[in-house]
């Protein structure tokens, strides 16, 4: 007999800040095991994360994707504040919320959030896994998504097809895909029909001005990761250029109890890329985690 697949459910969190958070929930139905909350990078939504949700979901785990502030369907923050401790506050609000130590897995932006957050909340962390993220990335890898998010951001693309095409240029890599409704789900359309990044523009200014050295941003992630115990799984793509063998070594040195992965064929979205390696390996990390 088939076993019936976790339901899926959008659940709403308000902080502290009494700003909103939106995320899906899977409860897996076992309780034994940790919560695992995937938190996506700068400029993408929690959509990013589905396929990896539900294999999580259908190992037992409760399972919970969120819209960073200002993302997707989130709360875009009132005062533009979009410095990691406002995101830090935010994801407290989420531990909260789900009472139990949790797995956090944070890509980018998501996994900067979780770094700090392990130093702030350990008690209430079981593991992090670093999606193609250290205290310390590139430089120039940086400013490359930058430049690409900025490209667009008020003008918009008159249609999906021209958003997508957008995306193949900056991502020579990876196939354009045909079915562009998962690429809707990171899009919004205007009153004046043209499709926009599901993220507030405000976003970007805190960041342009701090490409260099982005303090206290990965200040204070390089601080977390000196002071990290928790299991830690550390998942690169080997055509990042964000993350490059030598920015890992530098983390594997700070945090020597870490597990390391170099995902071929993957850049930066290492779980759009290489979803299938992606999934699989967090799920046998998680795995033994459960013992």
Same mark, same amino acid.
């Given at each position: 007999?088939? !076993?019936?697949?976790?339901?899926?459910?959008? =659940?709403?969190? +308000?902080?502290?800040?009494? /700003?909103?958070?939106?995320?899906?929930?899977?409860?897996?139905?076992?309780?034994?095991?940790?919560?695992?909350? /995937?938190?996506? $990078?700068?400029?993408?939504?929690?959509?990013?994360?589905?396929?990896?949700?539900?294999? /999580?979901?259908?190992? $037992?785990?409760? =399972?919970?994707?969120?819209? /960073?502030?200002?993302?997707?369907?989130?709360?875009?923050?009132?005062?533009?504040?979009?410095?990691?401790?406002?995101? =830090?506050?935010?994801?407290?609000?989420?531990?909260?919320?789900?009472?139990?130590? =949790?797995?956090?897995?944070?890509?980018?932006?998501?996994?900067?959030?979780?770094?700090?957050?392990?130093?702030?909340?350990?008690?209430?962390?079981?593991?992090?896994?670093?999606?193609?993220?250290?205290?310390?990335?590139?430089?120039?890898?940086?400013?490359?998504?930058?430049?690409?998010?900025? $490209?667009?951001? +008020?003008?918009?693309?008159?249609?999906? !097809?021209?958003?997508?095409?957008?995306?193949?240029?900056?991502?020579?890599?990876?196939?354009?895909?045909?079915?562009?409704?998962?690429?809707?789900?990171?899009?919004?359309? %205007?009153?004046?029909?043209?499709?926009?990044?599901?993220?507030?523009?405000?976003?970007?200014?805190?960041?342009?001005?701090?490409?260099?050295?982005?303090?206290?941003?990965?200040?204070?992630? !390089?601080?977390?990761?000196?002071?990290?115990?928790?299991?830690?799984?550390?998942?690169? %793509?080997?055509?990042?250029?964000?993350?490059?063998?030598?920015?890992?070594?530098?983390?594997?040195?700070?945090?020597?109890?870490?597990?390391?992965?170099?995902?071929?064929?993957?850049?930066?979205?290492?779980?759009?890329?290489?979803?299938d390696v992606f999934t699989e390996a967090v799920t046998r990390f998680v795995a033994k985690l459960d013992g």
């Open positions: 007999m088939t !076993e019936p697949k976790p339901e899926q459910r959008t =659940v709403t969190i +308000e902080t502290t800040s009494g /700003l909103r958070i939106v995320g899906d929930q899977w409860d897996g139905g076992d309780p034994s095991v940790a919560p695992v909350v /995937l938190a996506h $990078g700068g400029g993408q939504t929690r959509h990013a994360w589905g396929s990896t949700a539900r294999a /999580l979901a259908a190992t $037992g785990h409760r =399972v919970l994707t969120i819209d /960073l502030r200002g993302h997707g369907d989130s709360d875009w923050a009132a005062d533009g504040d979009y410095a990691i401790d406002r995101f =830090v506050d935010d994801a407290e609000s989420v531990l909260d919320w789900i009472g139990r130590p =949790v797995i956090w897995v944070g890509a980018s932006l998501g996994g900067l959030t979780g770094l700090v957050l392990s130093v702030r909340r350990a008690v209430d962390m079981a593991a992090l896994i670093l999606v193609d993220i250290t205290p310390r990335p590139r430089t120039d890898g940086v400013e490359r998504i930058l430049a690409f998010m900025s $490209g667009d951001v +008020e003008r918009g693309f008159a249609s999906l !097809e021209e958003a997508a095409d957008a995306i193949a240029a900056y991502q020579p890599h990876r196939p354009r895909p045909v079915d562009l409704s998962g690429l809707a789900k990171n899009l919004r359309r %205007g009153d004046d029909g043209r499709w926009r990044w599901h993220w507030d523009p405000a976003f970007l200014n805190v960041r342009e001005d701090k490409v260099q050295s982005e303090i206290p941003d990965f200040n204070q992630a !390089e601080a977390a990761a000196a002071d990290l115990t928790l299991p830690t799984l550390l998942v690169r %793509g080997r055509l990042s250029d964000l993350v490059t063998e030598d920015e890992a070594r530098e983390f594997l040195a700070m945090v020597p109890h870490a597990e390391y992965l170099d995902v071929a064929g993957a850049a930066h979205m290492v779980a759009g890329d290489r979803n």
